[in-house]
């Protein structure tokens, strides 16, 4: 049974960082693709950016890049969200994902078969 525990969510004014971690448990990841996603109230849930668990390729959305990073520790079982110059607009749920088919669609939200229970983050300005 796949298991996705995120933690590091808090409030955080405008300009400020937070680093968002996801335990991974229950198989092993090493064919994962993990994904970030956020949902703000009224909107739909938006990619945020991925990792190919073995390869280390990472993916980005244009509203993150250069601000957040996305990393995996192997021997942990955990991807981390770097988030910095963090702004309003990243208020949202943070929710970790997971996906082992190498869909080849990583920024989709429909292509992640595991999902955690998601983590708010809330800038203020």
């Known amino acids: 049974q796949v298991q996705l525990v995120e933690s590091g969510g808090g409030l955080v004014q405008a300009g400020g960082s937070l680093r968002l971690s996801c335990a991974a448990s229950?198989?092993?990841?090493?064919?994962?693709?993990m994904g970030w996603f956020r949902q703000a109230p009224g909107k739909e849930r938006e990619f945020v950016t991925a990792i190919r668990w073995s390869a280390g390729i990472t993916y980005y959305a244009d509203s993150v890049k250069g601000r957040f990073t996305i990393s995996r520790d192997n021997a942990k079982n955990t991807v981390t969200l770097q988030m910095n110059s963090l702004k309003p607009e990243d208020t949202a749920v943070y929710y970790c994902?997971?996906?082992?088919?190498?869909?080849?669609?990583?920024?989709?939200?429909?292509?992640?078969?595991?999902w955690g229970q998601g983590t708010q983050v809330t800038v203020s300005s």
């Open positions: 994902a997971a996906e082992f088919r190498s869909s080849g669609r990583p920024r989709s939200v429909y292509e992640y078969d595991y």
């Open positions: 229950g198989r092993t990841f090493i064919t994962a693709t």
